[in-house]
């Protein structure tokens, strides 16, 4: 399963899942792997900047 991953602080937290599969990053967005028509949202921040997605 993929990571959102501070690259300040190193706190990892699971991505998003939707319609059953990890949400991906397009963009500042995550998106549905069906498209951003069935779902997106911003990529969180920590530590004042925004995570990165590691694999």
Do not use: I
């Not at 706190?11 to 990890?22: I, M, Q």
């Amino acid at each position: 399963m993929a990571k959102l991953v501070c690259e300040k602080c190193g706190k990892e937290v699971d991505v998003p899942v939707h319609c059953g599969k990890d949400m991906h990053q397009e963009g500042d967005q995550l998106v549905c792997w069906m498209g951003p028509a069935c779902g997106h949202q911003d990529v969180p921040e920590h530590c004042g900047a925004q995570m990165a997605v590691k694999a």
